[in-house]
C-alpha cells in the first residue's frame, strides 16, 4: 500500500513536470548565454525603430557595393543627353569584344537578332514587333545610347541593369557599335583599329607643326 502511494505520488509529479513542457519553446536552457542574440535579430520587431521592425530600407542616396551611379535621367531628354555625350570607357581589347559579343547573344538577339538588323527570332515568329535595325538612320545609334537603353530599356525593350553590371553593359555596347557598323559597311572597331589611327594622328599633328 505504501509503495502504490509512492508511485502515485512520483507519477502526479511526472505528470505536472511533462505536461508544463512546451516543445515550441526551450525551456530550461543550461548556460544559455550563447543561445539568444545580443544584437538585433534582422526581422525582428522593436520599439526603437521606425515602423517597429529591424530591418529598414537604405539611407537614401546609398550606393550598393560595386555600383556606379547613373546620372542620365530616365528620360526622353536623358537618352538624347547619353546619345551625345556618354562615351564608352572601356578599352577595345579581344576580351571585351568577346565577352561583348557573347552577352549580347544571350540577352539581345531574341530582339534585335545576331547581326543588328532588328531580325531576332521572336520577330520572325511574330511575337515582337518594331525592333529598330541598329543602322536604322532615324535613330543615329551611338554608344551613349546603347548603354542608356540597357541601364532604362525603352518601350517595349526592358531594362537590363539587374542582369548585367556596368563593366557588361559596357562590354555589349562595344558589340553594338561593331554590328551597326557592319550594317553600314563601316570599318569594325578591333584593338588593331585603335592602335593605327592615333599614330596617324601624330604625325599628322607632327607634319602640321613643321609647317609653320
Ligand atoms: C524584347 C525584345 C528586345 C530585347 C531582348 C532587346 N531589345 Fe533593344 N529594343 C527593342 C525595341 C522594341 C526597341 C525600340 C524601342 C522604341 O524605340 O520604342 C529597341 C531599341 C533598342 C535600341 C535603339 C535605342 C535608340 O536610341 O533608339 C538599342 C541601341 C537597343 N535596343 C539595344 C539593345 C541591347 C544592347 C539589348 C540587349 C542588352 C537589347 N536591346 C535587347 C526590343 C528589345
Not at 512546451?22 to 536552457?29: C, E, L, R, S, V
Not at 548565454?33 to 529591424?54: D, L
Amino acid at each position: 500500500m505504501k509503495s502504490i502511494s509512492k508511485i502515485a505520488i512520483l507519477f502526479m509529479v511526472a505528470t505536472v513536470m511533462v505536461s508544463c513542457f512546451d516543445t515550441g519553446n526551450p525551456n530550461y536552457q543550461y548556460m544559455p548565454n550563447m543561445y539568444a542574440p545580443v544584437g538585433y535579430e534582422t526581422y525582428g520587431e522593436y520599439e526603437i525603430f521606425p515602423g517597429g521592425q529591424a530591418a529598414m530600407l537604405p539611407a537614401e542616396g546609398s550606393i550598393p557595393r560595386g555600383w556606379q551611379p547613373y546620372d542620365y535621367p530616365n528620360t526622353p531628354d536623358g537618352l538624347l543627353l547619353a546619345k551625345a555625350e556618354l562615351k564608352n570607357p572601356l578599352a577595345v581589347t579581344e576580351e571585351n569584344l568577346a565577352a561583348g559579343k557573347k552577352l549580347y547573344d544571350i540577352y539581345c538577339a531574341v530582339c534585335h537578332g545576331a547581326n543588328g538588323d532588328g531580325q531576332g527570332i521572336l520577330v520572325q515568329r511574330e511575337k515582337i514587333l518594331g525592333i529598330p535595325s541598329y543602322d536604322d538612320a532615324g535613330r543615329d545609334i551611338s554608344e551613349g545610347g546603347v548603354y542608356h537603353v540597357q541601364m532604362f530599356g525603352l518601350n517595349s525593350m526592358g531594362s537590363y541593369a539587374s542582369q548585367t553590371n556596368e563593366l557588361e553593359r559596357w562590354q555589349i555596347t562595344q558589340h553594338v557599335m561593331n554590328l551597326k557598323a557592319a550594317l553600314k559597311g563601316e570599318p569594325l572597331v578591333t584593338p588593331e583599329s585603335i592602335v593605327a589611327p592615333t599614330v596617324e594622328e601624330t604625325t599628322e599633328t607632327v607634319t602640321t607643326e613643321t609647317e609653320h
